[in-house]
């Protein structure tokens, strides 16, 4: 802000006031000296931070003595780990002697001068490039192009950041899958039949052969997010075009906020819902019927998932049908269509990416729900497509499978990363299903 302020001064300070004689507006010169005092300090914080710890771990195993550095490389990363953790005050895994104490203290002093030298750092950075950024302010200066091109080099580096976050999430899951497939064939996992990731630990252990097939888990969550799509998207579809279409303004006030609620209450209680109240009432109803239904149904934890992801379908269809513009409904009815007509044949079509959108929104949160999967179906895979026995989702097993503390080189815990991509793969066709159709009804209506 003290940047922002001398670039404007000092810009108008060159033309004694009379700002006709700058390039661009004195904001501008604002602006430009501002980002050169921010971003190269930024630029040194981030790196700063990035390499100090590492650099001061390194100079403290260094002076260790030559007995604990030549430990195997396991066990120095478990001492200098317990240094740290002695050094900032948290429990150690072994018990703490001289020799530690000393390089805890000497982690601290190292870390104190580093903290010193940033700021001393800092503090010359943000002044270097104020004085930098001042000396090149004149009238015929362009401020305005350089702060733009700035700017969208900033936005674009943002934009990559999102791009390679998302290619390091799929490159780290897709590393530990193929671990996975190198110990179980890829056709095992996709077509196989039986899951049970108990694998044996020994070689008389009996019952732990494990089982690693892919489609009860798949056929789980698709039975589970079909019985909470078919509940969420008419509630919410035919929520949204009465709010936007019939509902007077005092109605809308009070009745989209309450719907929206929903989304806002944890999983947890919808799962506690589904548990106590969804699922014994569904046993109860069916055994006065005659139908054998589980404790633990695909039907319970469906119907109560379907309540928790209406809003995602009713407010977002809501917001799109609301954007349609008024025009387009006075010209359906000059042409003499009824309310239903336009609704129907105009309003409709010309919302359908937004709804999709939104229809997509719900089977993503559908098919990534846990908690009550847990709670009201249960931690069985079973290969079925009767909503009412127990049965078992991807997002569950991943949980199940790297609950506690795991090693990383086992078929059972690297089968969650194979999950996670085949999760991944089911998620991104959903996509392409999705644009195909967005993309085939916004043809037929232009």
């Given amino acids: 802000m003290a940047a922002y302020w001398l670039g404007c001064r000092y810009s108008m300070q060159q033309v004694a006031g009379d700002r006709r004689q700058l390039h661009s507006m004195p904001r501008y010169y604002g602006y430009y000296v501002a980002l050169w005092t921010a971003l190269p300090a930024v630029f040194l914080l981030l790196l700063w931070r990035f390499l100090d710890q590492g650099l001061i771990v390194s100079m403290v195993a260094a002076e260790l003595p030559d007995i604990i550095r030549n430990l195997p490389v396991?066990?120095?990363?478990?001492?200098?780990?317990?240094?740290?953790?002695?050094?900032?005050?948290?429990?150690?895994?072994?018990?703490?002697?001289?020799?530690?104490?000393?390089?805890?203290?000497?982690?601290?002093?190292?870390?104190?001068?580093?903290?010193?030298?940033?700021?001393?750092?800092?503090?010359?950075?943000?002044?270097?490039?104020?004085?930098?950024?001042?000396?090149?302010?004149?009238?015929?200066?362009?401020?305005?192009?350089?702060?733009?091109?700035?700017?969208?080099?900033?936005?674009?580096?943002?934009?990559?950041?999102?791009?390679?976050?998302?290619?390091?999430?799929?490159?780290?899951?897709?590393?530990?899958?193929?671990?996975?497939?190198?110990?179980?064939?890829?056709?095992?996992?996709?077509?196989?039949?039986?899951?049970?990731?108990?694998?044996?630990?020994?070689?008389?252990?009996?019952?732990?052969?494990?089982?690693?097939?892919?489609?009860?888990?798949l056929a789980g969550t698709m039975l589970v997010a079909l019985i909470a799509m078919t509940v969420a998207v008419p509630i919410g579809l035919m929520s949204a075009i009465y709010l936007a279409e019939f509902a007077g303004a005092h109605l809308r006030t009070w009745a989209k906020p309450l719907l929206e609620i929903l989304a806002g209450i944890p999983t947890v209680v919808y799962g506690f819902f589904a548990a106590l109240v969804v699922a014994p009432l569904l046993r109860d109803g069916g055994s006065m019927i005659g139908l054998d239904v589980s404790s633990e149904s695909a039907l319970a934890a469906g119907l109560v998932m379907g309540i928790m992801i209406i809003p995602f379908v009713s407010s977002l269809s809501d917001d799109v049908i609301n954007a349609v513009p008024q025009a387009m409904r006075d010209g359906s009815y000059a042409l003499g269509a009824t309310r239903a007509e336009t609704i129907l044949r105009v309003i409709v079509p010309a919302a359908l990416p937004g709804i999709v959108g939104g229809i997509l929104l719900a089977v993503s949160r559908a098919i990534g729900e846990t908690m009550i999967v847990v709670m009201a179906a249960g931690l069985t895979a079973n290969l079925t497509a009767n909503p009412l026995e127990s049965v078992t989702t991807i997002t569950v097993q991943i949980v199940t499978l790297l609950v506690g503390d795991q090693e990383f080189d086992s078929t059972k815990t690297l089968a969650a990363f194979a999950l996670g991509l085949a999760l991944f793969i089911v998620t991104l066709l959903l996509n392409v299903l999705a644009l195909h159709v967005v993309k085939r009804y916004r043809e037929e209506y232009e």
Avoid: C
């Fill in 74 to 217: 396991a066990e120095l990363h478990l001492y200098l780990n317990d240094v740290l953790n002695l050094a900032k005050g948290n429990i150690t895994s072994a018990d703490v002697d001289a020799t530690m104490q000393a390089a805890a203290d000497h982690f601290k002093h190292l870390q104190a001068l580093s903290d010193m030298s940033l700021l001393a750092s800092l503090i010359g950075m943000v002044v270097a490039g104020a004085a930098l950024a001042l000396r090149q302010i004149n009238p015929e200066f362009r401020s305005r192009p350089r702060v733009e091109t700035l700017v969208r080099w900033m936005l674009a580096i943002s934009a990559s950041i999102a791009i390679l976050t998302t290619l390091g999430i799929v490159l780290s899951v897709l590393f530990e899958a193929i671990r996975f497939f190198q110990m179980v064939p890829v056709a095992d996992f996709l077509f196989g039949l039986h899951w049970s990731p108990q694998v044996a630990m020994r070689e008389d252990q009996v019952g732990a052969s494990g089982a690693f097939g892919f489609v009860p888990l």
